[in-house]
Nanobody
Framework: QVQLVESGGGLVQAGGSLRLSCTAS????????MGWHRQAPGKQRELVAA???????NYADSGKGRFTISRDNAKNTVYLQMNSLKPEDTAVYYC???????????????WGQGTQVTVSS
């Protein structure tokens, strides 16, 4: 059974930084694409960033230059470093896992419970 557990969300002022973490269990982490998505109130869930097993990345335009996805295969953990945060980044952030091609097809099938990120102006 796949389990994805996020941590690191919270309240931060505009311009600040946060690092989200997601630890996976129940999967062979090293062969999975991992992703971060977010959902703001009244909006659809959207991709933030994704990473292939080999380290290829896919970023939404909204986070390019500010957000960095990384993974530590030894710890079964994927991270999202978020810098220069803006109020419009406020959302619930979800970790996701999918097949090796999911970083570009966005075919993620497993999801964490989400962690709230709130950016105040």
């Amino acid at each position: 059974q796949v389990q994805l557990v996020e941590s690191g969300g919270g309240l931060v002022q505009a311009g600040g930084s946060l690092r989200l973490s997601c630890t996976a269990s129940g999967i062979t982490f090293i062969i999975y694409s991992m992703g971060w998505h977010r959902q703001a109130p009244g909006k659809q869930r959207e991709l933030v960033a994704a990473m292939s097993p080999g380290g290829y990345t896919n970023y939404a335009d909204s986070g390019k230059g500010r957000f960095t996805i990384s993974r530590d295969n030894a710890k079964n953990t994927v991270y999202l470093q978020m810098n220069s945060l803006k109020p419009e980044d406020t959302a619930v952030y979800y970790c996701s896992a999918g097949p090796s091609t999911a970083w570009r097809t966005l075919n993620f099938g497993s999801w964490g419970q989400g962690t709230q990120v709130t950016v105040s102006s």
